[in-house]
């Protein structure tokens, strides 16, 4: 039989959750209003029947607390923790190997559930543990609390005080204006609104949202509307199919994407410009692929002059389109000879003039940080808290080393020694517990407490007197895990005259443009 030819998908709608976690504090509130002269629509259950209510004035939803019965016992076997979700996902696929089924959540950081409704009760949950336990997991947990009263959104309108977990808001003209806890900036949102639960006993205001209005709210905010137009297009392409990829991201939640940096920073269409608009509509419905598959169009702010491979970030295989890429349209560094994994030569990259670099000019393209040995330990002591890992209870960091480096730079452990045992950090686990470094490319610099003015001056045979290593100083650059583009880099690739496909292809090698259509696979299932 033959196969229907491929059809153009145009301006697909996509799932953003706007407020993710509405009711974690009791005082929070919600505004929701139409644009003036204009009603809106909200859309709830009542006694198992749909009812509809048209109104012209501001909704305010807010939060009551219900006193239950009786206290209710919420736990759920947490499989490991996780700064981002590509080590999330990674993490699942392996637990799915060993034959347990999992969920991804994000009810603060990222974590890998054992699936609830499998694991549904509190004897499985405990014999699963110890199966774990006994087969050498270090990371699963039971994550249990007992709560007395749970969050219950509600909202007033016509004199009625409606209690509802579910609404959904609709106007039409697609315009909506969302107002938190009664700020004076009220942001405006294309399409329409839903308010729903969510998996941790709160509420998701999710906006539905062509994704060509939704780029709308992207790409002013994370390119910024100063950046040269060949930047911006090749931003917009990139956001579009960064959203198409990761659709699958708060599956346990019942959307789609966040509107944070945890997905692409999105704030409604109120801040959109007149020449990010044109790079998006002139880009319309232009994704990157590779072999007829979406590319993990991932970006960054600022590499530091180069690039990171996928795996130098984050557990999984290599895409072959994310590789090191030293971060100039000239040959200044020689990476196959001169391999950053070697510390000499690393510290010869960042010792480097910033003249070629495209990031030239740019603040976060080199750093240097300080801290002491204490805020080391405060930080680390909380990272260990959080995740409940061995170790927590450490009082004194003594000493730390870099134990291993890609040779792209990355740092991909270091080892922490305390007064309890030494801890072992791995690529960007390191910026969730070591608050210095904004990014994993860096040395370390000791640094020592000063020798008293008093001291005797040493004899010239004599070994150096013994000083007291106060802290660290963190050298490097760059803002973020530095895998794909450097948004910084693009603006000069297109002052210098490059096309947005000329920007994309130094970035992505072996990338093509198409047109969004139904051939083109948006993720490989089970990919790590």
Not at 57 to 72: C, D, H, S, T
Not at 149 to 157: E, M
Not at 404 to 415: L, M, T, Y
């Amino acid at each position: 039989m033959a196969q229907s030819a491929p059809q153009p998908i145009d301006d697909p709608v996509i799932d953003v959750g706007v407020v993710q976690r509405f009711g974690a504090e009791p005082t929070q509130t919600l505004t929701i209003q139409p644009p003036a002269g204009q009603n809106m629509t909200l859309k709830f259950e009542t006694s198992g029947r749909e009812q509809t209510i048209t109104t012209a004035n501001p909704v305010e939803f807010e939060i009551g607390m219900l006193a239950l019965p009786q206290p209710q016992s919420i736990e759920r076997v947490v499989l490991s923790s996780h700064r981002s979700f590509e080590s999330a996902e990674y993490s699942a696929n392996r637990w799915r190997e060993r034959g347990v089924e999992v969920e991804i959540a994000q009810p603060r950081g990222w974590q890998v559930w054992a699936k609830r409704d499998t694991y549904s009760t509190p004897l499985l949950r405990r014999l699963l543990l110890q199966n774990l336990q006994a087969n050498g997991s270090r990371t699963a947990i039971i994550d249990s609390q007992t709560v007395t009263a749970i969050p219950k959104a509600a909202f007033v309108l016509n004199g009625f005080r409606y209690q509802r977990d579910r609404v959904e808001i609709t106007i039409p003209s697609q315009r909506l204006f969302v107002t938190r806890d009664q700020e004076r900036n009220r942001r405006l949102y294309a399409g329409s609104l839903r308010l729903q639960p969510n998996a941790y006993g709160t509420y998701t205001l999710v906006n539905p949202v062509p994704i060509e209005a939704y780029l709308r709210g992207v790409v002013p905010h994370e390119i910024g509307t100063g950046a040269p137009q060949p930047a911006i297009e090749a931003q917009a392409i990139l956001a579009r199919t960064y959203a198409l990829r990761n659709l699958r991201r708060f599956a346990i939640d019942g959307y789609q994407l966040c509107a944070d940096t945890q997905c692409q920073v999105y704030e409604g269409i109120g801040g959109a410009a007149p020449n990010t608009d044109r790079a998006i509509a002139s880009t319309r419905g232009l994704v990157l692929t590779h072999n007829n598959e979406l590319v993990d169009a991932l970006y960054s702010s600022t590499t530091g002059g180069i690039t990171a491979p996928f795996s130098d970030v984050w557990n999984g295989a290599d895409r072959p389109y994310l590789q090191a890429v030293v971060d100039s349209p000239q040959p200044i560094w020689d990476l196959a000879r001169f391999p950053l994994s070697d510390e000499n030569n690393f510290r010869q990259f960042i010792a480097r003039s910033p003249d070629g670099f495209n990031e030239n000019g740019w603040a976060q393209f080199r750093w240097r940080r300080e801290t002491t040995l204490a805020e080391i330990a405060a930080g680390l002591r909380q990272y260990l808290q959080n995740t409940q890992q061995p170790l927590a209870n450490l009082t004194q960091v003594r000493e730390l080393r870099i134990l291993e480096r890609s040779p792209a730079g990355r740092v991909q452990r270091i080892a922490i020694a305390t007064d309890v045992g030494t801890v072992e950090l791995q690529k960007d686990e390191i910026l969730r517990a070591l608050f210095p470094p904004t990014s994993t490319l860096f040395y370390l610099d000791p640094v020592y407490e000063p020798l008293p003015a008093n001291a005797p001056t040493p004899a010239p045979d004599a070994p150096p007197p013994q000083r007291t290593l106060k802290g660290y100083a963190f050298v490097g650059g760059g803002l973020g895990h530095g895998v794909g583009m450097s948004q910084a880099g693009s603006y000069h690739l297109g002052e210098i005259g490059w096309t947005n496909a000329q920007i994309l292809n130094f970035y992505y090698p072996g990338t093509q443009l198409q047109r969004l259509n139904t051939a083109i696979v948006f993720w490989p299932e089970g990919e790590s």
